[in-house]
């Protein structure tokens, strides 16, 4: 899902206690009937690595929060996401920052023993001419800050040596 529509949350520059009264309430509602559709899930936010960053991942925590949704917000720690950047510029994806996605799948790669991945392939078919639906990216405007041609060509790589499941068919 395309968060972007929700940066207007927390405009001002300086960090403070985040107001919700500053947000407006058809925002704050429609930020909640977005997520409502993943149930009790967790919303991964790079918080700490820029300050506006910052306060717009504290007031959708307290939204949540004070709307007691079943969604807990997860903050990465920012020495990690540097170290994940790192590692990927390394490899050849040479971005202002990596996807959230590709950020996850590298977790998930650390924590799992299986990877199984859909939605991240980048085109609208399959291998096999099958029409694509559904993309972690979807509905989400092209963004200069992430090489996501890069990142696929990693994801085929680690596909290709067994190390994660790129997936296309049905979902079961």
């Given at each position: 899902m395309d968060f972007?529509?929700?940066?207007?949350?927390?405009?001002?520059?300086?960090?403070?206690?985040?107001?919700l009264r500053k947000s407006s309430k058809a925002l704050k509602g429609a930020f909640l009937r977005d997520l409502s559709a993943y149930g009790d899930s967790y919303l991964f936010i790079e918080a700490f690595l820029y300050e506006l960053s910052a306060k717009r991942a504290l007031l959708a925590q307290q939204v949540l929060l004070e709307s007691h949704a079943k969604n807990e917000v997860i903050f990465p720690h920012?020495?990690?996401?540097?170290?994940?950047?790192?590692?990927?510029?390394?490899?050849?994806?040479?971005a202002p920052r990596v996807s959230t996605g590709l950020l996850l799948v590298t977790a998930a790669t650390q924590m799992c023993e299986e990877v199984h991945l859909y939605g991240f392939w980048p085109?609208?078919?399959?291998?096999?001419?099958?029409?694509?639906?559904?993309?972690?990216?979807?509905?989400?405007?092209?963004?200069n800050s992430h090489k996501i041609d890069d990142e696929f060509k990693e994801l085929?790589?680690?596909?290709?040596?067994?190390?994660?499941?790129?997936?296309?068919?049905?979902?079961?």
């Open positions: 972007s529509r929700y940066n207007t949350f927390g405009k001002a520059k300086r960090i403070k206690k985040p107001d920012p020495d990690f996401v540097r170290s994940v950047h790192s590692y990927w510029t390394g490899r050849g994806v040479v085109f609208h078919s399959d291998r096999n001419n099958r029409r694509l639906t559904e993309h972690y990216f979807d509905n989400a405007l092209p963004s085929q790589r680690l596909h290709n040596t067994g190390v994660l499941r790129l997936t296309t068919s049905a979902c079961q």
